[in-house]
């Protein structure tokens, strides 16, 4: 069970490091920069009939972008999703395989709410809550049981700091979330999905619903993001994959075809697949 124990976990992450990186140059997957953080092991997912995964392998390093690109249907979302087991009330949605966290089976080990304290999510469209936009980021603190005012606006201002918009709101943190532009909004979500102190963030095409200007906000986001968190992007936007990622991983009808370094995979691809969908040849 994982406990808030910073040094434990730092332990098992090291742990955890050692171990994958045998596995990880067994596969042809790339060589990992950083320990593994996220690994998914023959993963095949069903909803009813259907198989939206099929023996899904891949390692997430640790403090990396990995983007997930692939044409629709190819179950993107559906990855992201069972990462922090967003799956798990789908009805007839049926799992097979190991994900762990750090060396831990989400499925297994965790419960859902330690789970996605460990593992946030961003959504395409901003979500902000009806509430204050200081409300919106100390939602998850008071969630977890921290009451101090004082600590709450610590949390609220480095959550709102790293998520690159304090100092667009610093003046009017009672407002309405609601009221700040869509790109502002997506911020707030960022501010308020780190404001629990995730190890790892999951984010569904966080841009597409976005300005250019605020494309490029949350492009530059992330890769600050990443020097405090995992980051797993899910991408239509083939430039954005390669501005953002560290590595791209991409899916065809449920299949991971290649993961690689994000220069190697766009330059590259070892997959015929991979360079047929690169080239606008289907998708
Ligand atoms: N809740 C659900 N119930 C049944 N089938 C689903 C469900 N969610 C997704 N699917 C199916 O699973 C497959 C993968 O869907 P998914 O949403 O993961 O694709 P995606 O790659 O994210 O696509 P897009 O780029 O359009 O967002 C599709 O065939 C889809 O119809
Ligand atoms: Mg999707």
């Given at each position: ?74 179950g ?6 069972c ?55 100390a ?145």
């Amino acid at each position: 069970m994982v406990t808030g124990d910073q040094s434990w976990a730092d332990a098992v992450r090291e742990a955890t490091a050692r171990e994958m990186g045998d596995a990880a140059s067994q596969d042809a997957a790339p060589e990992a920069s950083h320990p593994v953080r996220l690994s998914v092991q023959h993963l095949d997912l069903y909803y009813g009939d259907h198989q939206a995964l099929k023996d899904v392998n891949i390692d997430i390093p640790d403090r990396e972008v990995t983007s997930f690109i692939g044409p629709s249907g190819c179950g993107k979302s559906t990855l992201l999703r069972c990462l922090n087991r967003m799956n798990d009330l789908v009805k007839d949605c049926r799992i097979e395989g190991i994900i762990t966290l750090d060396g831990e089976d989400i499925y297994q080990d965790y419960n859902v709410t330690s789970l996605r304290q460990q593992v946030g999510m961003v959504f395409q469209r901003p979500n902000p809550f009806p509430m204050s936009i200081f409300d919106n980021v100390a939602y998850g603190p008071r969630g977890l049981g921290i009451k101090s005012h004082s600590e709450l606006e610590g949390i609220v201002e480095e959550s709102l700091k790293r998520a690159a918009l304090w100092d667009e709101v610093k003046d009017k943190l009672k407002s309405p979330g609601l009221g700040l532009s869509g790109g502002q909004q997506q911020r707030l979500c960022i501010a308020r999905a780190i404001a629990v102190k995730p190890q790892v963030l999951l984010m569904d095409e966080p841009t597409s619903a976005l300005d250019p200007i605020s494309t490029q906000m949350v492009e530059q986001l992330c890769i600050e993001l990443k020097k405090h968190y995992t980051l797993v992007v899910v991408t239509h936007n083939m430039q954005q994959a390669s501005r953002i990622s560290d590595t791209v991983a991409f899916f065809l009808l449920g299949e991971l075809v290649e993961h690689a370094p994000t220069a190697q995979l766009f330059s590259a691809p070892r997959d015929q697949r991979t360079a047929d969908y690169l080239t606008g040849r289907f998708g």
